[in-house]
């Protein structure tokens, strides 16, 4: 059974750090792609970052990019995100998803499994 868990959510403040991480067990070698999504009330579900486990290849939505850092850590099955100079339109509940190896990119539709989320809120 294939289970995703999500800490390090919490509240901050406009411009302070928050590090996210992903625990992954159960799956099979067919997954391989890991991703953080978030979604804030009232909107769709979006793509923040993903990293493939084969050749590291990571993306970052340009909401993010120069922020966020995505990184794993293959013997503990863990992928963290580290979140700095944060604004109040990142608060969101932040999601981690697997998708399977040929999936790249922050396609909400295309990652299989997800886990349960984790709460951030930055405060102006």
């Known amino acids: 059974q294939v289970q995703l868990v999500e800490s390090g959510g919490g509240l901050v403040q406009a411009g302070g750090s928050l590090r996210l991480s992903c625990t992954a067990t159960?799956?099979?070698?067919?997954?391989?792609?890991i991703g953080w999504f978030r979604q804030a009330p009232g909107k769709e579900r979006e793509g923040v970052s993903s990293?493939?486990?084969?050749?590291?290849?990571?993306y970052y939505s340009d909401s993010v990019k120069g922020r966020f850092t995505i990184s794993r850590d293959n013997t503990e099955n863990t992928v963290s995100l580290q979140m700095n100079n944060l604004k109040p339109e990142d608060t969101a509940v932040y999601f981690c998803a697997l998708g399977r190896r040929t999936v790249r990119g922050l396609d909400v539709r295309l990652y299989d499994y997800w886990g349960q989320g984790t709460q951030v809120t930055v405060s102006s």
């Open positions: 159960g799956f099979t070698e067919d997954y391989y792609a």
């Open positions: 990293i493939h486990r084969t050749d590291d290849d990571t």
